[in-house]
Structures are given as C-alpha cells and as structure tokens.
C-alpha cells in the first residue's frame, strides 16, 4: 500500500501545492511579457550587469552551426569555461570543462572528451535538444566559477548552487543543492542530490534532505551538513531581492554560487520555481508567503523588507 | 477576489444553460435522457445527373417513394438549384418534377429522404393482376412453350415454378431455350423471366429498390420480382431465388416502369449514396412527430447531412476526453507527453479497438525508439531529424499493415488511424527524454499517456456519454462550465500527497 499524506496534514503544513502555485502566484504576480528576462539567459546577464550584479563572465555567444569550428579554436585561450544553452531549462545541457590535457577537454567528473564531442555537444544545443519547447536555440561560453572552497567538501564533482525563493522582493525561502555520487554530479533533488535547508534570518542550515529522507552528512564526502553555515549571507539575500526588482517577477527563483574571489554570483532565475525547496526545509511555502505580502504591504523598502524577513522567518534564534 | 467571482459567474451561467436545455429537450420535448433501444436510420441520397441537349426545355421526372413494407419516410430533402420544383400526385404516386427553360452543361440534381423500418411486415396483399401475355415472334414463342412445358414437369406448384425458372436463367450451362430467349430479347434476364411468367399466366412484376449497404455510394438500383402462386404475393430474387422480402431492401416502388424520365437531356443516371445510424428510438419519433414544430430541433446536429452527423458524433466525445486530461493533470497530477496527444491516441484507439490499439502503439513507439537512437548518433539538426523519424514511422505502419494483411491479421490494419506527425514527436520526446532523464522518465510519461489515453477511450466509448454528447450537444456548455472551475482549482494534486507524503513525519 503506498502512503500518501493527508491533505489536511499538507494544508496544516502550508505546502504549496502545483497548482495553487500556478494559479495564485506564478498567474498572477508573474506577469508573461517578463519571461523573456528570465528564459533568456543572456538578456539576464545583460540586465544583471546594467544593476551591478555580479554574473559569470561572458567568453562566447554562438549562434549558427558554421561558427563552431572557429568558437573550439577560440577557447583554446581558456583553460576552463562552461558551455550553457542560452534558453535552457531545468539544467539541461550544462556542460563543464575544468581543464585540459594536451588536447582534450577534462569535464567536472573527471572524464576526457576530445573537441569533436565538445562541438557535437554545441551544434545540439544550437539544434534545440536542451531548451525550452525544443526550439532552436545559441549557445553561451562562460567562465567557470571557481566556488568556495568551505564548499567544497558539501558538494560531490559539481558545484553547489543556492536557491532563494523571493516573493515580492521578500526572500522566503532557501536553500542549497549538493550534489552527490548518486545525482551524476547535478544539483536535481529527484535525481539523488542533498537539498539542505537553510535559515533565512543566519544562512545556517535547518535540515538536509535526500530522496525525501533526513540525512546529516554528505553521503559521499561525509560532511556534517549542521556545521554548515553560508558565507555572505547578507549579500545573497541582498543580490535575492534584487533580482525581483530588475525582472519585475513578483515570484522568483534566484540561483546563485559562491565565487572563491567574486563571492555571490548570480546563475540564473527562474519564473517558474519548483516545489522541491520545501522538501528541503521540510516546512511549507504558503504561510511564509502570506507574511512576505503583508511585509510587503508594509514597506517598498529594499532593506526593511530582508530586514523583516529575518526576523519573522528565522528559524535559529 | 473579482477574476474568481467572474469565472463563478460564467461557470454557473454555462452549466445551467445546458442543464436547462437538455432537460427542456428531455421533459418538454421528449428526448430520452439515456441511451434505451435505437433504430437503424438510413439516410438515402438520390443522385441524378444528365447531360441537357443544346437549347431544349428540361423535365426531370422522379418517381418518389412510398411507405411499403414497413418503412416509415422520416424527412425529404430536394435540391434543385435554377430549376422550377414540384412534386405533384399522379395515379396514386408521388412524382418529383424538375424543370428549366434551358442549360449549357451537365448537371445534377438531388433527393434525399431518411428512413427506418420500425417493423418488417410483408408488402401488402393485392389482388392478383391480369396478366397480358406478351407479343413474341413464332420461334420465340415456341422456345418459350418448350421451357414451360420442361419447368412444369420439374415442378410443384407454382412457388417451385418460379424458383426453378430463376435458378434455370442463373445458371451457367442453360437449357438451349433459355439461352436462346436471353440472346434474342437482349435485356436482362430479369425481363426475360417476367416474359416467361406472364406466358405461363402467373401475375408477375417487379419490386424496385435499393440494397442498404451503409457508407456505400454509387448504388443503383435493384428489382426483385413479385408474383402470384395463386394464394398469395410472394417476392423473390431473381438472382439467388430467395423467397420473401430481404432485411436490407429499401422498397421504392411495387411495380414495373421507370423511375426516371428525362426529356431534353441525354446519358441520364440515377444513383444512390448511403448511410446508416443508429439513433435512439424515442428520438425518432420525437424527429417525426415534431421536425418542423420546433426551431430547436431544427437547429439540432441532427437537421446536417448524416455523413456530418458522423463527424459530430467524434467531434462532441473529444471535450469529454479533454475533461479526462483536465482531471488527470490538475487533480491526480499525472504526467503525460504531451499534453493532448492522449486524446488523439484515444481517437485512434477508437477505431483499432483497446487492445490492438495498445499493442500497436507499443510496438510502433518501441521499434520507433530503437531506429531513432540510430539517428541520435548521426548527430543531424532538429528539423531533419523528426523528418526522418516522420518517414521512418510511415515505413513501419505500411510493413505493419502489409505483414499482418498477408497473416491474414485484418485488425492490425487499422494502424493507418494512427496520426504519424503525433507518433513522431512522441517518438523524439521520448527519445530525448531517455538520453536526458533515462529509462524511469519515458515510462512514467509514457505510462501516464497511456493511462490517460485509455482512460479517454473508455469513458468515449461509454454508451451513455455516446448518447448524451450526441442527443445533448448542449451540455458540452456544462462540461466548459467544470473544466473552467477545474482551471482555477488551488488545492493539491494527489500525486502531490505521495510526493510530500514525508514532510508530515518531524
């Protein structure tokens, strides 16, 4: 017999469920014109630079197949880049190169692949094979973020990003995708990465959390997730608002890295954020949302409103 | 909230309307709410076409129907275009009379009725008609007493007298007689029969009609033959001998002569086109009594040709079917591929039957996905790519069809009902969603589809809805009204209950 929850229980909870998501929040505060900033990862690095936050440097941008015999050649000056389709969802067609060795390109696992797969891998990404409704789409290079070293131990051959979930340029939410041996190196919670909670008021984690159940260290490095404590947590709540001033999105999903040097640096948004997060934190989006209206409500101010949302979502006194 | 209200307001307005308008139909018109005992109609187009002569005056003349043998004439329909109409009573029949001062090109012209036999009793009794024998030249004449003479010996009584004498000019090798008669009367052996008949002084004509093949066109017309043992009427098939009037035989007229006559007009031809549905008997009747009372029924899917009322008949189950995927997706939170292309493997699925339908789809997906990984490593643009997959799925519904054509597999051709541009993108979904997510992926997609799609398949399927969705299109106007309040439904999706099933447990 499959053990479901009660609706009730979901309701006491606070979950936010897909539905009421879309109809209550993403349909209403999510105005559709404002898509093309978020879908549209360049138009967001493009925006993000003109209100000075900081995003991964821009190597490359290829649009036609005759460019990439030319782009491999280009990026023979870099050691190290990441190749991200410009219109890609869910983290689909991510590719990471961390090195080389003579000619061929090291990926984030490790593995080598010669040039011939590298520009296979942009003329399907170009073909529209990772993005969005499968439509034709550019490719981007850009720099690879050298993250954090404090992070290093959390995250297994991947970079550990941080999701916040903002709600009126109220942060609401968040938390930290590690990934595992189990997840192939990607931050997706249903592929078996840990998603740690994270208290919004410290930036220390609440829970750890991998396929649905408690854990307490990485189950590859065995790190102790309850030591972990976010560096620059002010910055990533700050650089969290932010976003939703410059898209206009009243509901947002924020990724962000921590750079070694840069510190916070915005990967990208999302209009469309996923539900996962209160898997993570093991609490429920819908009452922090309401309070994140009524602060809101209360004050247009930038800081005010982080200001509040410390103190009202804090879970470590 | 204002939208909310608005949607309430629109929602209720819909639903009540095709509420109140079924159940105005059902109780004030007397529609029948469920499905009950349905009666065959058929819908019977006349086609006359003909070749006017230059600068002459046109008359086209039909002998029309009448209600014999049980048939009952629900409606009629003349087209007539640039012609004078009339239809006017001669000698007890109904004659429709077209008529035009002059035209340039060959033309056609329509009649169509819609019938239903509520019983079949056998045509009414007549007394017996004077028989006049024909006018013969002498060797005729004597051929014809020769082969009297030889079927008298061979036979009973009259009855066997005429099932000897058709099976006699049915044959293949004939009796000298017989072969000489149909050689020198030169008409169909039918007439030659009649001739032998009215020789040997038995009462004799023909019945002339049509054979109902449902979906047929270009059915001309047929005769049976009709004669007096004495006693009674008896009619018979001047092809097979069978005796008594046949199921499918629509009767058009009891006698001999023409049914067509046209002057002024040359390369006349008559011929019918067929369709056949099964409509609830009370909904019959209503249609009878009342087709021209009522502005409604008038206005109703059954006043379109009944070829359209077909397409209707699908085209009203799919908001049914949409319903299903609303309910699937919003409330039990499935996942499809594709958020409609249930709904048109449902469709198939309607005319190959569940199982080879499912078994078909498989296979089609399944190989399909095994040649696509083929194309994966041929690295080739998006656009080419499902091209080649639309072609490669073509080849195999036609191996498909060929194979189980020769195995003698007849079901399994009905794969051509799949739609190919669907299966194809079905095909690279679930290709792409197998490299990216792996095997898990496809099968919940590809399972949850399937779900979907039998789930449509059963519920279109399902006679009541059939009868509603048909009779009571007006209540597709509720269905709207739900599927707007599902789209507006906030609470959570059963899937989602297993999916946050641990969060209760701190």
Redesign the interface.
């Given at each position: 017999m499959i053990k479901l929850i009660s609706p009730r229980r979901l309701e006491e909870l606070g979950i936010l469920g897909m539905n009421r998501r879309y109809v209550v929040f993403i349909g209403k505060y999510n105005p559709r014109r404002n898509y093309r900033l978020v879908d549209d990862k360049l138009l967001t690095k493009k925006a993000a630079l003109e209100n000075n936050i900081p995003v991964p440097e821009l190597y490359a941008v290829i649009e036609a197949q005759h460019q990439i015999a030319r782009a491999t050649a280009a990026l023979a000056e870099h050691e190290a880049f990441v190749i991200k389709p410009v219109q890609g969802s869910g983290g689909k067609g991510i590719l990471v190169i961390t090195g080389r060795e003579g000619d061929q390109f090291r990926k984030s696992s490790g593995t080598l692949i010669s040039a011939e797969e590298v520009r296979r891998h942009l003329s399907n990404t170009l073909a529209g094979l990772y993005s969005l409704g499968g439509r034709n789409d550019r490719a981007m290079v850009e720099a690879m973020i050298q993250f954090d070293p404090y992070l290093e131990k959390y995250s297994y051959e991947g970079v550990p990003d941080i999701r916040v979930i903002a709600f009126k340029g109220v942060p609401v939410m968040a938390m930290i995708r590690c990934a595992t041996h189990a997840s192939d190196g990607k931050a997706n919670l249903h592929q078996g990465a840990v998603g740690v909670g994270i208290d919004i008021a410290t930036g220390k984690s609440v829970r750890a959390v991998q396929h649905g159940h408690l854990v307490t260290t990485h189950p590859d490095t065995g790190a102790n997730f309850d030591e972990l404590q976010i560096p620059y947590w002010d910055r990533i709540l700050d650089l969290g608002s932010r976003c939703v001033e410059m898209t206009g999105l009243g509901y947002l999903g924020v990724d962000i890295v921590l750079d070694k040097v840069r510190g916070p640096v915005l990967l990208e948004l999302n209009a469309r954020p996923g539900l996962a997060i209160q898997v993570a934190n093991m609490a429920g989006l819908r009452h922090r949302l309401a309070i994140a209206e009524k602060i809101a409500a209360e004050t247009d101010d930038h800081h005010k409103k982080i200001a509040l949302a410390r103190q009202y979502f804090g879970v470590h006194a | 909230m204002a939208s909310r209200n608005q949607i309430a307001l629109i929602a209720g307005t819909l639903f009540l309307l095709g509420v109140g308008l079924t159940l105005y139909k059902a109780f004030s018109l007397g529609f029948p709410l469920l499905p009950g005992e349905y009666r065959e109609v058929w819908t019977i187009e006349s086609k006359i076409s003909f070749t006017p002569r230059k600068d002459q005056p046109i008359q086209v003349d039909l002998k029309l129907p009448e209600p014999l043998a049980g048939w009952v004439l629900l409606e009629e329909h003349f087209a007539s275009s640039g012609f004078g109409f009339t239809v006017a009573d001669e000698n007890d029949t109904r004659e429709a009379r077209w008529t035009r001062q002059s035209l340039d090109h060959s033309t056609t012209l329509y009649y169509k009725l819609q019938a239903y036999r509520p019983s079949s009793p056998e045509l009414d009794d007549m007394p017996p008609t004077p028989v006049k024998k024909p006018l013969l030249e002498n060797d005729q004449a004597a051929a014809m007493e020769r082969l009297i003479a030889l079927l008298h010996e061979q036979s009973a009584d009259t009855d066997t007298f005429v099932a000897l004498l058709v099976t006699e000019f049915n044959k293949d090798n004939q009796d000298r007689d017989a072969e000489f008669l149909l050689g020198t009367f030169e008409e169909s052996p039918r007439v030659v029969m009649l001739a032998v008949l009215a020789y040997a002084g038995i009462p004799a004509h023909e019945i002339r009609g049509i054979r109902l093949e449902d979906g047929r066109r270009r059915q001309t017309l047929s005769s049976l033959i009709e004669f007096h043992n004495g006693e009674r009427w008896v009619v018979i098939d001047p092809e097979t001998a069978n005796t008594g009037m046949p199921a499918n035989f629509f009767v058009w007229q009891r006698g001999s002569g023409a049914l067509l006559a046209v002057s002024g007009g040359t390369d006349s031809d008559l011929q019918f086109a067929l369709v056949s549905n099964s409509l609830p008997a009370k909904a019959v009747i209503g249609m009878e009594q009342r087709a021209h009372e009522y502005a409604l029924l008038d206005f109703s899917i059954y006043a379109l040709p009944v070829e359209q009322q077909g397409v209707f008949k699908v085209l009203m189950l799919i908001p049914v079917a949409a319903l299903v995927v609303v309910v699937m997706r919003?409330l039990v939170?499935l996942k499809t591929s594709g958020t409609f292309m249930p709904i048109l493997i449902a469709l198939a699925f309607l005319q190959t039957q569940l199982v080879t339908g499912l078994v078909l789809f498989i296979t089609l997906v399944g190989v399909g996905l095994w040649i696509r990984s083929f194309l994966s490593h041929m690295?080739?643009?998006?656009v080419s790519?499902i091209s080649a997959v639309i072609i490669v799925v073509i080849f195999m519904m036609a191996t498909t069809a060929i194979l189980s054509y020769k195995f003698g597999l007849d079901r399994a051709l009905t794969v051509t009902f799949f739609p190919t541009i669907i299966l194809s993108w079905t095909i690279e979904r679930m290709s792409?969603l197998w490299e990216?997510e792996g095997f898990h992926e496809v099968f919940l997609q590809g399972g949850g589809s399937l779900l979907v799609a039998v789930l449509s398949y059963l519920v279109m399927t399902n006679r009541i809805v059939e009868h509603l969705t048909f009779n009571f299109p007006e209540l597709t106007l509720s269905l709207l009204a739900v599927i707007l309040v599902l789209?507006?439904?906030?609470?959570?999706?059963?899937s989602?209950?297993?999916?946050?099933?641990?969060?209760?447990k701190?």
């Open positions: - | 919003l939170g690295n080739l643009l998006l790519r792409i990216e789209g507006k439904y906030t609470g959570y999706r059963l989602e209950l297993y999916r946050f099933r641990d969060l209760g701190q």
